[in-house]
Nanobody, 125 residues
């Protein structure tokens, strides 16, 4: 079992930046991929970004491309989401997710085996 713990959410103004962290613990995470999804008020959960743990290759949703950056720290088994130039439409609960066996990036939530509890990001205009 892999436990994912997110941190770093909060209330900011439009144009501000935030960095989210997701630390994995428990069963040794030997590969796979990790990503971020979000769910805004009254919306379905959507893909934000993901990174292959082995190659470091990343993928981004068009809505965040150029503003958000995902990165990983292999030693700490932690993935980060740097969010710049935040917009009110970025307001959502952000969830960290992990794929244990497959290193390919996938935009489908069903492809991920483990999920964090979520952290709230609120962007005021």
């Amino acid at each position: 079992q892999v436990l994912l713990v997110e941190s770093g959410g909060g209330l900011v103004q439009a144009g501000d930046s935030l960095r989210l962290s997701c630390a994995a613990s428990g069963r040794t995470f030997n590969g796979g991929a990790m990503g971020w999804f979000r769910q805004g008020p009254g919306k379905e959960r959507e893909f934000v970004t993901a990174i292959s743990w082995s190659s470091g290759r990343a993928d981004y949703a068009d809505s965040v491309k150029g503003r958000f950056t995902i990165s990983r720290d292999n030693a700490k088994i932690t993935v980060y989401l740097q969010m710049n130039n935040l917009k009110p439409e970025d307001t959502a609960v952000y969830y960290c997710a992990a794929r244990a066996l497959y290193s390919s990036i996938n935009r489908q939530a069903s492809a991920y085996d483990y999920w964090g509890q979520g952290t709230q990001v609120t962007v005021s205009s």
